[in-house]
């Protein structure tokens, strides 16, 4: 019966060894183990230059190494202190101290594999890391683990991912490989807040992953290595440098073939960098560009973006709170895709200029939070698209200072198309709406809380759907007259707070139709204070929910026209109290 113990005569060999090795010490004078003993002068010694060696800058240092997770085959590696003498080393076992300023300890290992065998992509786990307990130099060449000849060019999947992740490293050691394998330096270097210099990265051949999150949180890194390579691979980039918050200087990306993820976040929270690399590719793939930049504060120049074809999430989030940036790049784009600008510029607080947006079919979600928080925003671009999307130009401009609207030209419309679009904006005229025709959600809150409002567009749909026109002018506090409703036949939700909280708004619009139900006016004129005049046409209240809380803390005095065969009920579900009831 298997009961999860697997037999590996390499691996059990190993950890004898390593287990008799802890037991008699490998000691040289001046370096010690954990045995206690008085260290002396450090012998002077030629050290091969290619070995991985590690160089105290600090008195007392512990180097060791961790297992994060489980390793199904244990890394064979050992260690020296002259480059002649070699000790097995334990990951997990084996603590080493260097005593003094200037003391060295290097490592060599046969591991053809890799360093991490079954690395989990899933859970991010189950790596073999180097524990530091304070400031080395770390130099020679990092093939030294895996191959003791140096002859390797090419990685093994995940061979060196996280490697030296959150230690005191102040120098990284060279990385010669030219081909690359999946994961193979993912977060080797993140958290490693003393490395100042990145190393060289020759390779020109990458796979997926391989520098992901690589020199994530690098926070004293200033200056980032060229990479060469012009054909990309998924996430190759992503992360790379994300946290890197003094870097200054981002490298050049002469890529033109991309790949899915393969810039994500790649530069996101680079606080420093005011200049963004050129992007010369003019076809992209899925979340190519995705919060490539989000968050770099003092970035001032974005780069031009010629494509004109776009991709999935292309573009979602790339400048995402950078609040210096005041100029867009232009958008060329005619061919759009689903979430391809989706918050590309949100939280933009000095954007003041917007780009044009040439496009006249839109993909689902395109435009979404797009410009939302650009508080410098005064004027929008014209939006010339006649065919619209699901979500399409949903909280394009939430919480922007829009004080001009562009025009919206559609007549058909799609599921949420204009969904909190002006939420929070502070223009005071609402452009056309000339739709006839609407669809689920189409105008949900689409001007809520633009406090400056007076001037509501006409809104001639007479075939409505669901939630259509819900909470549609909610907290619209300057708004005064409501526009004509002419549709009879109703839908659910299909006014359902369209008036909320408009405190001088003092007439409501007829409502023609005879049949309600379904919350169809609930809520329809909550908190409207100085609301005292309502007509309705139909002749029974139906369920409680149509005309739930609808004349919440109206007026207390005003005047209700309604059918004469209409119950004449009170309260805030019915006839407001206090008022004057006038049937016909």
């Not at 590690?54 to 085959?73: D, K, Y």
């Not at 060599?108 to 073999?128: A, C, F, H, P």
Request: net charge negative; charged share 15%; aromatic share 14%.
């Amino acid at each position: 019966m298997d009961i999860g113990i697997h037999f590996n005569f390499k691996n059990f060999a190993f950890l004898v060894l390593a287990s008799l090795f802890v037991i008699t010490g490998c000691k040289k004078k001046g370096i010690s183990n954990d045995s206690g003993n008085d260290p002396g002068d450090t012998p002077n010694i030629e050290i091969d230059s290619m070995l991985l060696c590690f160089t105290a800058e600090r008195n007392g240092v512990n180097i060791g190494m961790e297992i994060v997770g489980f390793l199904n085959q244990i890394p064979y590696i050992e260690y020296s202190y002259d480059g002649k003498n070699w000790c097995l080393f334990s990951p997990d076992a084996t603590s080493i101290r260097l005593n003094k300023i200037g003391d060295k300890v290097c490592f060599r290992g046969e591991n053809s594999r890799g360093l991490n065998v079954n690395y989990d992509t899933i859970q991010y786990t189950n790596y073999i890391r180097f524990t530091i307990s304070t400031y080395v130099s770390v130099n020679g060449n990092i093939i030294s683990l895996i191959d003791t000849t140096y002859k390797a060019t090419s990685l093994p999947d995940n061979c060196f991912a996280y490697l030296f992740s959150g230690t005191k490293i102040t120098t990284a050691p060279e990385l010669p490989a030219t081909s690359l394998s999946n994961y193979c330096y993912a977060g080797m270097f993140s958290g490693c807040s003393s490395l100042t210099t990145a190393p060289e990265l020759p390779a020109t051949s990458l796979s997926n992953y391989c520098y992901a999150g690589m020199f994530s949180g690098c926070s004293s890194l200033t200056t980032a290595p060229e990479l060469p390579a012009i054909s990309l691979s998924n996430y190759c980039y992503a992360g790379m440098f994300s946290g890197c918050t003094n870097l200054n200087t981002a490298p050049e990306l002469p890529a033109i073939t991309l790949a899915e993820y393969c810039y994500s976040n790649m530069f996101s929270g680079c606080s420093n960098l005011k200049t963004a690399p050129e992007l010369p590719a003019t076809t992209l793939s899925s979340h190519c560009y995705s919060d490539m930049f989000s968050y770099c504060s003092n970035l001032k120049t974005a780069p031009e973006l010629p494509a004109t074809i776009l991709a999935e999430y292309c573009y979602e989030y790339m400048f995402d709170n950078c609040q210096n940036l005041t100029t867009a790049p232009e958008l060329p784009a005619t061919t759009l895709a689903s979430h391809c600008y989706k918050s590309m510029f949100s939280g933009c607080s000095n954007l003041t200029i917007a780009p044009e947006l040439p496009a006249t079919t839109l993909s689902s979600h395109c435009y979404s939070n797009m410009f939302s928080f650009c508080s410098n925003l005064t004027t929008a671009p014209e939006l010339p698209a006649t065919i619209l999307a699901d979500y399409c130009y949903w909280y394009m401009f939430y919480d922007s200072h829009l004080t001009t609207v562009p025009e919206l030209p559609a007549t058909i419309m799609a599921n949420n198309c204009y969904d909190n679009m002006f939420r929070n904006c502070l223009f005071d005229t609402a452009p056309e709406l000339p739709a006839t025709t609407l669809a689920n959600s189409c105008y949900y809150e689409m001007f809520a809380g633009c406090v400056n409002l007076t001037l509501a567009p006409e809104l001639p749909a007479i075939t409505l759907a669901e939630s259509c026109y819900e909470y549609m002018f909610d907290n619209c506090q300057n708004l005064t007259t409501a526009p004509e409703l002419p549709a009879t036949d109703l839908c659910m939700d299909c006014y359902l707070g369209m008036f909320a909280n408009c405190i001088n708004l003092t007439d409501a619009p007829e409502l023609p139709a005879i049949t309600i139900g379904g919350y169809c006016y609930a809520r329809m004129f909550y908190n409207c204070n100085k609301l005292n005049s309502i007509k309705v046409y139909f002749t029974d209240w139906y369920f409680l929910n149509a005309t739930m809380d609808w004349v919440y803390d109206v007026s207390p005095t005003g005047t209700f026209y309604c059918p004469s065969s209409l119950p004449q009920e009170f309260g805030p579900d019915r006839i407001p109290e206090g008022w004057t009831v006038e049937t016909f």
